[in-house]
């Protein structure tokens, strides 16, 4: 994965979040089914607004130009551990825009990630969810 000074090229990282869902076959479903990956799962989902706040914190400074290159993929890469951000945070993503805005709308954001932040403000503005949303600095710099 290299980002040089283009945040948009980590965002298929979340991909690894919209397999989870997939793979839970749907937004109802059991996200991670072996026990130890549960476990692990349960505990970084408690932790959600901080994994988002640490993506948005690493999106904002490559955006800024402060991190780039080796720097910014050994960053990236440490969203992904056993269960780490690029997991709970995509998976999140995905389960809030398909339960509102519908399948189609997920799978529309999942083929053209330049409105994927865009369509998961716009999703959790309307389920009334308490969730953390994404700047208008970056969903504006990744359309």
């Known amino acids: 994965m290299t980002l040089s000074a283009e945040p948009s090229s980590s965002l298929v990282a979340f991909g690894e979040g919209f397999a989870t869902l997939a793979a ?7 996200p991670q089914r072996k026990a130890d990956v549960r476990a692990e799962w349960d505990k970084q989902m ?3 607004d901080a994994n988002f ?4 914190k690493f999106f904002e400074a490559v955006l800024d130009r402060k991190l780039a290159g080796d720097a910014a993929d050994k960053r990236a890469f440490q969203f992904f551990g056993m269960v780490g951000p690029w997991y709970t945070v995509g998976w999140k ?7 509102t805005l519908g399948r189609d709308a997920l799978i529309a ?3 053209d990630e330049r409105h994927l932040l865009a369509t998961y403000n716009r999703a959790v503005r309307q389920s009334g969810e308490r969730l953390p949303l994404w700047p208008e600095r970056l969903v504006k710099a990744l359309n």
Do not use: Q, R
């Not at 706040?53 to 948005?56: K, P, R, S």
């Not at 993503?93 to 339960?99: A, D, F, L, N, S």
């Open 24 to 30: 839970a076959g749907g937004p109802d479903g059991i």
């Open 46 to 48: 408690k932790t959600f």
């Open 53 to 56: 706040a640490e993506v948005e």
């Open 93 to 99: 993503m995905g389960v809030v825009i398909e339960k």
């Open 109 to 111: 954001a999942m083929c």
